[in-house]
């Protein structure tokens, strides 16, 4: 069952601008993780977090997490071309291994 | 790497055909995933296996069915293909259930069109 649900649904900036999208949801996790998709491919994993931190980095990546409002954001710094995509986020409740992905973000980028 | 392929991009079947998705992965995991992408839903949970014959049925079991016989290799298969089973498939995989960290690692996706 879907846990995670984007916000928005879609962005459209430009080249160079800050990228913002949110994720929350319902349950107790152990983790949260966020993908990307090009179009028409599989997923690819860019980050986790764990329930136990608040803020992680990844190049120009930064994901935040807020257990008691059950929430995060992934940033995308100085965003580019490439860049063009749907992010998703994923949960996984606590002693479990499936993750629940919610509906994703699509994010274009305009040079 | 990890590396996890699928053995179509494209496939066009009709209804009512007994259709076969392939998905192997190289890194030697546990546990493996078949999910369907459709717009606006995000990825849903078929079935997933965390050891050789074994299997768990996801969100939306109905109208197929998973083998595993080795522990690289996990089949989809749609008994009796039906339009609305029209969609992206995704196949994924991750290590050793309970590692407490279990990032996914994807195929590149089936596009299956039933007609």
């Known amino acids: 069952s879907q846990q995670g649900e984007e916000d928005p649904q879609a962005l459209s900036i430009q080249e160079g601008e800050n990228a913002t999208m949110n994720c929350s949801y319902k349950?107790?996790?152990?983790?949260l993780q966020w993908y990307r998709q090009n179009s028409g491919r599989g997923l690819v994993h860019l980050i986790l977090?764990?329930?136990?931190?608040r803020e992680k980095h990844s190049g120009r990546l930064r994901v935040t997490l807020d257990t008691s409002k059950k929430s995060s954001s992934l940033l995308i710094t100085a965003s580019r071309a490439a860049d063009t995509a749907s992010y998703f986020c994923?949960?996984?409740?606590?002693?479990?291994?499936?993750?629940?992905f919610g509906a994703g973000t699509t994010v274009t980028v305009r040079a | 790497d990890v590396k996890v392929t699928q053995s179509s991009r494209y496939l066009v079947k009709r209804t009512g055909e007994k259709v076969f998705l392939e998905c192997v992965q190289d890194?030697?995991?546990?546990?493996m995933f078949w999910y369907r992408q459709d717009p606006g839903l995000g990825l849903r949970l078929i079935y997933f296996?965390?050891?050789?014959?074994?299997?768990e049925k996801g969100d939306i079991p109905e109208g197929y069915s998973v083998s595993r016989e080795k522990k690289e290799r996990f089949s989809l298969i749609l008994e009796s293909a039906s339009t609305n089973q029209t969609s992206m498939y995704l196949c994924?995989?991750?290590?050793?259930?309970?590692?407490?960290?279990?990032?996914?690692?994807f195929g590149p996706g089936t596009r299956l069109t039933v007609l």
């Open positions: 994924a995989s991750s290590l050793l259930r309970g590692a407490g960290v279990n990032e996914q690692f």
């Open positions: 349950t107790s996790i152990n983790n």
């Open positions: 977090i764990r329930s136990n931190e």
């Open positions: 994923a949960t996984d409740n606590k002693g479990d291994y499936k993750l629940s």
């Open positions: 890194m030697d995991h546990e546990n």
């Open positions: 296996s965390y050891d050789v014959k074994m299997k």
